[in-house]
Structures are given as structure tokens and as C-alpha cells.
T-cell receptor
Framework: KNQVEQSPQSLIILEGKNCTLQ??????????LRWYKQDTGRGPVSLTI?????NTKSNGRYTATLDADTKQSSLHITASQLSDSASYIC??????????????FGTGTLLAVQP | GAGVSQSPRYKVAKRGQDVALRCDPI?????LFWYQQALGQGPEFLTY????????KSGLPSDRFFAERPEGSVSTLKIQRTQQEDSAVYLC????????????????FGPGTRLTVL
């Protein structure tokens, strides 16, 4: 069964600190991996997307890594800000027949940045 | 331009009532997706439209759930005889290409409709 697991479930850090969120997946055949940020009461917003051949992708203070061999990804947030408080969802796209964009969502890591 | 919009943002229904949730995708987007997100969980796929054609409804949990996109733009998700387990946030997303197209095509999400069934 295709699954995406994330850790930790929740995390509290102080403003200005760095943090790393983890994602493990068992999705086959793999198409790509995305990290989404979901603010409370909002829909998810795409942060990064990586295909099989990419092992790192940055978007401002967000840096995602992908190890397709071990089926692991991480999202590193540098110099955290209060506005980074949100749920971060790892999403793996599977090839399903003709569909190349069938998304499988993790349960998310809830990040709280405190002043 | 405008993003994906959904209405209503909040809906409270008594058990057994029918509800209709609306999604206005980004203009020109071919693909439209509906997801169900339970509290503290990630979204789960419900159904997919390519223009007006519903090509995948494998995620719909029961025959009480029905979705349509008659003119290939606005979509409605209808839930008949609502049950308490239907309480969730219902997210709509759209993307420019068909799902069988470029795999890195981004899905843009609406804010969701929070359904509470009493």
C-alpha cells in the first residue's frame, strides 16, 4: 500500500532557530515528491517539488532533500519566523496507470514557532 | 489572478441532511480534484475531473457522495444523507494540465469547506 509517513508529528521551536522535518514513503512507482505548507484554515501551498533525479531543492529559507534510494526526504527551515507556524505536508506523486500526478499525502508535521 | 475559491467556508448540517459544496477553480485549469481532510490528517483523494469528465472517482467513500463539473469549470460536491463521519474539511484543487500530463504540474488548493455534521 502506498504510504507517506512524517516525523515528528509536532514541533515547537524558538524564532530564529533552524529545524528539520522528515518524510519516509513507500510509494511505487514514484513520480515526484512535494512539500506543502498549510496554514490554519487555508489550503496547502506548494513549497518545493523534486523528481527522481533531483536530490535537493531550495525555496528561500526552505531546503528540501530527497534520497530516492532510501525513500526519504527532509525539509530544512533556516532562521525560522513566526509566520512559519503551520502544518508541513509531504506529498508523494505516484504513477497510477495513465495518471502521473496522483498525490498521496502524509499526515503532516505541525510546527509552532514561538517568540 | 484569482486563486481557487470554495463556498461556503463553513457548513453545519444535521445528520441526514443533504449538502452541496462549491469549487471555483482557476480559470483555464483542465484538472480539478476533490480531497477530504479529517482533523489532524493529510488530505485524501476523492475524485478527479478532466474538464467536464469525471475520470476517477475511486476515492469517494460511498454512493452518498456525488460530484459534478457540467461545464468544465465550477464543480459541486454533493453529500446526501450526511453522517457524523462525514465531518471534515473538503478541499478542492485545480491544475493546468491533465493528470496524465507533466507529472510536476502544480495543484493549487482552495481554502476548503469545513463541514460539521451534528
Amino acid at each position: 500500500k502506498n504510504q507517506v509517513e512524517q516525523s515528528p508529528q509536532s514541533l515547537i521551536i524558538l524564532e530564529g532557530k533552524n529545524c528539520t522535518l522528515q518524510c519516509n514513503y513507500t510509494v511505487s512507482p514514484f513520480s515526484n515528491l512535494r512539500w506543502y505548507k498549510q496554514d490554519t484554515g487555508r489550503g496547502p501551498v506548494s513549497l518545493t517539488i523534486m523528481t527522481f533525479s533531483e536530490n535537493t531543492k531550495s525555496n528561500g529559507r526552505y531546503t528540501a532533500t530527497l534520497d530516492a534510494d532510501t525513500k526519504q526526504s527532509s525539509l530544512h527551515i533556516t532562521a525560522s519566523q513566526l509566520s512559519d507556524s503551520a502544518s508541513y505536508i509531504c506529498v508523494v506523486s505516484a504513477r497510477d496507470g495513465g495518471a502521473t500526478n496522483k498525490l498521496i499525502f502524509g499526515t503532516g508535521t505541525l510546527l509552532a514557532v514561538q517568540p | 489572478g484569482a486563486g481557487v475559491s470554495q463556498s461556503p467556508r463553513y457548513k453545519v448540517a444535521k445528520r441526514g441532511q443533504d449538502v452541496a459544496l462549491r469549487c471555483d477553480p482557476i480559470s483555464g485549469h483542465v484538472s480539478l480534484f476533490w480531497y477530504q481532510q479529517a482533523l489532524g490528517q493529510g488530505p485524501e483523494f476523492l475524485t478527479y475531473f478532466q474538464n467536464e469528465a469525471q475520470l476517477d472517482k475511486s476515492g469517494l467513500p460511498s454512493d452518498r457522495f456525488f460530484a459534478e463539473r457540467p461545464e468544465g469549470s465550477v464543480s459541486t460536491l454533493k453529500i446526501q444523507r450526511t453522517q457524523q463521519e462525514d465531518s471534515a474539511v473538503y478541499l478542492c484543487a485545480s491544475s493546468f494540465l491533465p493528470r496524465e500530463g507533466k507529472s510536476t504540474d502544480t495543484q493549487y488548493f482552495g481554502p476548503g469547506t469545513r463541514l460539521t455534521v451534528l
